[in-house]
């Protein structure tokens, strides 16, 4: 088809222009005058493979210092480059808050941003501030790149041995659904031709090497995710970037056993409290806390335990799921947090999510971020599914607030459905109790 095959040339084009981008801003790096890199990656499977392909292709040039960050706190970031004249690079996020970046640049360092997710440019950015993301392009970050695959050739720019650890870029691509496209389908191909990974077209299924054994990457995935994000605060993000480096699970099988268990008691002792006590309502809304009980394992295990828990009966279809958990104040690698913070999460049902394509409804991303900002905190996300952290103590604050702000123009709406009120409207079999 014509308009198909336009795609494609603008698909290619883009892609053409992210590896030229890719060689400068290699060149660039390499001309800086500094002995060491600090990478900042993302604590999933795909940050943590990114981080990894970075890693071995700074090394010789630099030595390299890696902080694994569960989210771009702006706190974080400030932090983080008020601090030192090294170049950083932002591995898988940074792209969403990249003004910021680039604003808190103050003392002018290289700093780069290799990343797949939506790209936030209001305020510009400073020229120091380099930005590796194919939306730079027109091009869909979340079809046709992915954190690793963008790693990786920025690391084949930066060094030419690279092609053997392509499988990497191939496990990071995962995240992605449906074949490999783009920037994935170019990395999956160096792969094959490097012997590390096969491809079957017929079933669009790719094997990489790993322990020696071609392996499924849908399942490293899963367990570099699990190493680096509940094991966040046992050094699980080192321990899977060197799984990565070496292809292998040697010496680490034993921490993704305790870390899996440890998971899977938490969640079934938090599931079985709800199903007694049910869940908060608001009227959009349905939320609970767990407190503490997630304590010691990264954040994301909020969002991964919500997820689980649309597909539990306690859950209404019709209202927003929204869960919370304290959050350490420390970042390993970065310090201490100033106050204390409590991580949200939230997922729409498809119900729900009907009527924010329909735009009834804002989209959760705006939502609560729009919320959790009012509060002094930070969030971001989609349409149906967004996190961020708020001051602890103002979680009820925030789920009245972010229950109000999910409404879009309440009373337009009733004019158009001609006195049907949106709750009536949203909610036709609830009765008020
Ligand atoms: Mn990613």
Redesign the pocket.
């Known amino acids: 088809m014509a308009s198909g095959s336009r795609r494609d040339d603008q698909v290619r084009r883009g892609i053409e222009k992210v590896l030229k981008e890719s060689e400068e801003y290699a060149k660039r790096l390499l001309e800086v005058g500094a002995d060491r890199v600090i990478i900042v990656h993302?604590d999933?499977a795909?940050?943590v493979a990114?981080g990894a392909l970075l890693k071995l292709a700074l090394e010789g040039r630099f030595s390299t210092h890696t902080i694994c960050l569960e989210k771009t706190y702006p706190q974080i970031v400030k932090k983080l480059q008020a601090q030192g004249r090294e170049p950083i690079i932002y591995v898988?996020?940074g792209s969403p808050h990249a003004s910021l970046i680039s604003k808190l640049n103050e003392l002018r360092r290289t700093v780069i941003i290799i990343?797949?997710?939506d790209l936030e440019l209001s305020d510009g950015i400073c020229e120091e501030v380099m930005v590796l993301n194919p939306e730079m392009h027109g091009i869909d970050g979340g079809t046709y790149a992915?954190?690793?695959s963008l790693a990786y050739f920025f690391a084949r720019s930066l060094k030419r041995d690279v092609e053997r650890y392509a499988g990497l870029a191939v496990i990071?691509s995962v995240?992605?659904p449906g074949e490999p496209r783009g920037l994935n389908l170019l990395a999956l191909d160096e792969a094959v031709k490097a012997g590390i990974a096969v491809y079957d077209e017929k079933s669009g299924k790719a094997k990489v090497l790993w322990d020696g054994k071609l392996t499924n990457p849908e399942a490293l995935s899963t367990k570099l995710t699990i190493m680096a994000s509940v094991g966040y605060y046992q050094e699980g993000p080192q321990k899977a970037l060197d799984s990565c480096i070496r292809c292998s699970w040697a010496g680490v099988e034993e921490f993704l056993n305790l870390l899996e268990e440890r998971r899977k008691r938490a969640y079934s002792s938090v599931a079985s409290r709800l199903r007694y006590t049910g869940l908060n309502k608001l009227k959009r809304i349905q939320w609970f806390h767990v407190e503490d009980q997630f304590h010691d394992m990264g954040v994301k295990v909020i969002g991964t335990f919500c997820s689980y828990l649309m597909y539990q009966k306690m859950v209404d279809d019709d209202k927003v799921l929204v869960g919370m958990m304290n959050m350490r104040n420390d970042v390993p690698g970065l310090g201490a947090l100033e106050g204390s913070y409590v991580k949200v999460s939230a997922r729409a049902p498809k119900k729900v999510l009907t009527l924010i394509e329909a735009g009834s409804l804002e989209p959760l991303s705006k939502a609560l971020a729009e919320a959790a900002k009012r509060l002094g905190g930070f969030g971001d996300g989609h349409a149906a599914a967004a996190s961020g952290i708020v001051p602890k103590g103002r979680e009820r604050e925030f789920v009245e607030l972010m229950d109000r702000l999910l409404s879009k123009d309440e009373r337009g709406s009733e004019k158009r459905a001609g006195g049907v009120t949106l709750d009536r409207f949203l909610f036709p079999k609830k009765v008020e109790k």
């Open positions: 993302h999933d795909d940050g990114a898988d996020l990343d797949h997710h992915c954190g690793a990071g995240e992605i």
